[in-house]
């Protein structure tokens, strides 16, 4: 059972998602993401798209039902987004709701959907006749490549003939108006590109692959149409090819690399592989949030300049985590750098995570890396965590993105088993002529041992490889009948051991989880002179409910030799499962000259000790709305 | 002649303006600010209302011309206050251009006001019959309130009768709509309060003043209705003597405030003159920028949290800065303190001089501290200074206050005329029985010796104040016959010279503008770690334009101890005159771990000497678009 992105057989990509491949988690905290999408997550969304409107919407769209189309113009993802889950969803087991679900809403797209194949219920309910005539803001494209998503989804998992029926309809109709039609054409939202190249790897219909590279080649050249915020903002301003860094609105972005990496991928495109890594590398350098978190302005959704990572004001929004997620998988698959894994490691288990709340009801569309005590000033977003939004983009980029979560952990190269991201799990695929079973055994991201064992295997020799995340800077391995032994990562981040197999032969892995000071490169001037925790792949934060009385987490800093003490929690009332981290700090309070908050240089402040405690970022605000901050300043000792 | 804010002969105030002043500024930088106004900025603006449709929006009005209404519902606003600034400007000198302007337009609302007294060209023309059915947005009691203003400054110039009248009718109006109506009217963004306290005391008119106190009291009862943005962006979360601190729209709050202070000084309603005085002082201690400028957040245009204070991301709107002024001028009249005189100064020479380009014609809207090189990423706002923006509140905003600038710097009290600011000018007054007259020759913001002349003087005793910033860590005072002395100033921030003086007598105040370091208070995160460089009342930033070739200024860093170098230019080519600050500073490197801007504690940066130059901050943007900062990292030495 294949997950998203299944290059065809003829892609040129330095990795493969195994081949057949049976994924269970057995375990951890991956299995716990899980277990609350399919419990409490789901079942609410699927409750909001009704009670938004967004299924109401196709209903009237089929004559079924009288009223007025609600919610924004791109309201029918929502639904395409929670079809997408449901198939992932399905892959681990049965469910009648689910089931019910996929089948009665491609039932209700089918009636909806127009004779010519074209589907987008705004339009057809609200502005008949006015199809395509702004795409600058009308995310037709993009409902049609999330539809899209979902039928391929569908197609890897249940079957989903009917579903799957539906999007080749619409992508047959996009392939009429805009392969042949010389007008621009393109939406203001990118997203369908990397959908139709995955539909076009699911049914083998080229012209699916050609409109994507159509829609990726027209971009940058001003068709995208007019727009307030520029053609910067809408990824319009030059070509895919030419473009030296990612800018504009992050999410637009991030699907559009997403897409064009996707087409590099399928075509053999080498320049424009080059052109999206490139953007990638100066993302990650000068962008990128400690939590992987993108995007550091409200204003415009937008990605900000180079080394502009403001730990308060940024956006950082929950869909650019699953996006930059899905961006850097496809660069992973297609070049085999490990670094694409690091990456995806850091977004998953901290800006990503964060966004939902631990019992799986709620979401944060922003995920700053600080709240103020009062924030009584907060205005266009909300304050605290919801479970929906008029604008619902992000609770189905989670739930999706959890659903399909297993299939980011591993790849084949050669005759190599990668293994990229770490979580107990049973794995087999057909390799080295025969059939791989793994069985993963960890408390990751508790615990850095990660114990692989070897249940079923072909024989002769082949490879299993083992990311070491750069974080981990003393790691040490033990091979079948071998001694533990430090082992020094490959250029690629790896260890590599290669043999032939017995069953039940086993790979221990250690990696260093020593808590440790992060501190910002010297240009991020918003958080200069400021360190965090970081231990293992997870970020930390500094929250009210866990500091000494009196002590505000405003006030606090630490200093540059602190111990950092471990303490492990089986279940810590609000957080569950998790790993806090203590250490002797101090609290510091500043006197104001001439009333003003600036003082001359030589001012000496209050300091009194405080024993702080941090807890891991991705659990933040389970236990009130108190203040948080993830950077903290850094005191000589 | 009179400026801005007369209290009544009974108001409970501490200062008073002058007596029956005459203020002619006679050279230095105020004389070029006000020479720029009347030369180029204010022939331009006036050019604008006619290009915006401004004016034509009262000639359609008036049923003297065909179409619809052009700008934002507020348009009215930049004619009121083109008004006031020609009304101010005229005091200086004739000009025909600004008298024709003033009597046509006078002309022009008389024939646009309708026949119940009710003027306001959108609801006119664009939504008849819709009068106050959405205060919350309208702006009709906001640009009410703006036609007062330039009535009351017509009236204290040039007579204005004709302007008067309007203003008179449409304040009636109102007072037989909203002193009778039981509803709710408010209006979503003060400014009214103010301008009709200001009305009764250009009339002597009770009713204004009660209309005045009764906007004021009423709001923070939830009446002003809902809005997307919630009660607190429009201050009607709390009433007026109750809100603890400054929040939500930076500018409404503003008015509202030197509404309230008004208001307060004419009743002697103490309790709110100190409900005000104790927000204007958190606002200062929490969330004011070194430069004086107001509001960290562009989205909702808010003040933002307490010491959310980021240079680059800060919106520190130009109207808000001029707001600023305006509260704190009022706050000095009715308490005498000084310290409002201090933050008027950081304002005026910071935050608003630099809203406005050397030469006159282009404005900043938003005023940050910090431009990245490349800046590529603005969205919502112009990169650059533009001549007129569609909601074009900021440059008539700034024509207004420099038009009336000379009267911000002198108060008298008993017997007592205190001078605030220093800026080379003839000001005389009724004073102590007869006439004072005081020639002021300073080379201020640029040297701080300032000589005060006593050119005319009754018989008697009476005594000059003069403010000693708090900046000027060492100050020195020769009296009349004395000798040079060091001093130390009041409680209040002034020496007081009390004397029977003679004429031709003179006083020498010497402050110390040795240039100096400044750094942040411990809790403003977002320059933590940093220092600005001040001189006198000017806060300096570093362009990319003067600094070493190869040298960014995002590399700067300042040694601790770093030697400030004063550099005196009597023309630097688009500046004029001003004063650099050169220091032997470092540019510094860093690497990158991991491909991420984030580092183990501990990295070392390379760090290469540059010989670094500061320019008055107000300066800034005058010589292309590069990089800029006034926080610059510092580095022990």
Known sequence: MHGPVVPSPDAHVAHRPPDDPHIRLTGGLWQTWQHVNRATSVPLALGWLEKSGALANFRIAAGEE??????????????????????W??????????????????????RAQQDDGYLDSHYQVAEPGRRYTRLVDSHEHYCAGHLFQAAVAACRTTGGERLLGVARRLADHLCAEFLADAGPGLD????????????????GEERYLTLAARMVERRGHGLVGRHKHGARHRLDHLP?????????????????????????????????????????????????????????????????????????????????????????WRLLL??????????????????????????????????PLQRRPDHA????????????????CCPPSVTRLVASLPHYASTTAGDTVFLHQYAPMELSCAHAGGTVGLRIDTDYPWDGVVTVTVDRTP???????????????RTWLTEPGGARREVVPDAQGRVLVRRSWRAGEQVVLELDMTPRLTVPHPRIDAVRGSAAV??????????????????????????AGAELRVRDHADLPGLGRTVTIEADGLAVTGAHEAGLPYRALGAVDERRPAVVTAVPYFQWDNRGDGAMRVWVPLVSS
Chains 1, 2 share one sequence.
């Not at 009288?66 to 198939?87: F, I, N, Q």
């Not at 990118?190 to 699911?202: D, G």
């Not at 000033?377 to 619902?392: H, I, L, Q, T, Y």
């Open 66 to 87: 009288e009223g007025a189309h609600r919610g924004p113009v791109y309201a029918d993802s929502d639904v395409h987004k929670m079809l997408e889950t449901a198939a």
């Open 89 to 110: 969803e399905l892959q681990y087991g049965p469910d009648d709701t689910l089931t019910a679900f996929l089948s009665d809403t491609a039932s209700l797209l089918e």
């Open 188 to 203: 203001g939202h990118p997203e369908v590109e990397t959908a139709l190249v995955e539909l076009f790897r699911a049914t």
């Open 240 to 328: 895919v090819r030419e473009a030296p860094a990612v800018t504009g609105h992050v999410v637009r972005a991030l699907y559009l690399e997403a897409g064009a990496v996707d087409l590099a991928a399928e075509t053999g495109d080498t320049a424009l592989l080059e052109a999206s890594a490139a953007r990638w590398e100066d993302m990650a350098a000068t962008r990128t949030s400690l939590t992987g978190g993108l995007g550091s302005r409200h204003v415009g959704e937008v990605f900000g300049e180079r080394y502009e990572l403001p730990p308060d004001l940024s956006y950082n929004e929950t869909c650019a985590s699953a996006a930059s997620i899905q961006w850097s």
């Open 334 to 367: 297609a070049t085999g750098e490990g670094r694409y894994a690091d990456l995806v490691e850091r977004t998953l288990y901290n800006a990503f995570a964060a966004a939902r709340s631990v019992d799986g009801r709620t979401y944060y569309k922003g995920n």
């Open 377 to 392: 000033e907060a205005v266009g977003d909300p304050r605290c965590r919801d479970e929906w939004f008029w604008s619902a």
């Open 459 to 473: 024989p002769g020799e082949w490879a299993l490889g083992l990311r070491v995340p750069p974080w981990s800077t």
């Open 534 to 559: 970081e231990r293992g792949p997870l970020v930390y934060c500094f929250e009210q409910a866990d500091q000494p009385a009196g002590t505000e987490v405003d006030e606090l800093a630490l200093p």
